[in-house]
Nanobody
Framework: QGQLVESGGGLVQAGGSLRLSCAASGLTFSTYAMGWFRQAPGKERENVAAIGRTSDYTYYTASGKGRFTISRDNAKNTVYLQMNNLKFEDTAVYYC?????????????????WGQGTQVTVSS
């Protein structure tokens, strides 16, 4: 059974940066597209970014484009989310997810495995 473990969250002031990591195990990492989602208090879980199996394609939502960068290292079975110029509105639990498909997924239902999440809190 595949397992994903996020790390790198924490408390940061507005304008700061964080790099989230998601380590995968129990699956052939290179066969999975990966995504990052977040869920803020009182809101639904939403997609932030996604990346293809071999980094051939990346996608960002409007909130993350220009500030967030998704990347992956298949040799380390790890996907990253570099977050720069963080805003208070970025405060959420961030989840990584794995999708065994040739294309990236935009919705929760399209992913097979999920991590437990890592808290990102941005203070003003």
């Amino acid at each position: 059974q595949g397992q994903l473990v996020e790390s790198g969250g924490g408390l940061v002031q507005a304008g700061g940066s964080l790099r989230l990591s998601c380590a995968a195990s129990g699956l052939t990492f290179s066969t999975y597209a990966m995504g990052w989602f977040r869920q803020a208090p009182g809101k639904e879980r939403e997609n932030v970014a996604a990346i293809g199996r071999t980094s051939d394609y990346t996608y960002y939502t409007a909130s993350g484009k220009g500030r967030f960068t998704i990347s992956r290292d298949n040799a380390k079975n790890t996907v990253y989310l570099q977050m720069n110029n963080l805003k208070f509105e970025d405060t959420a639990v961030y989840y990584c997810a794995a999708r065994k498909a040739s294309s990236i997924g935009y919705y929760i239902s399209g992913y097979d495995y999920w991590g437990q999440g890592t808290q990102v809190t941005v203070s003003s």
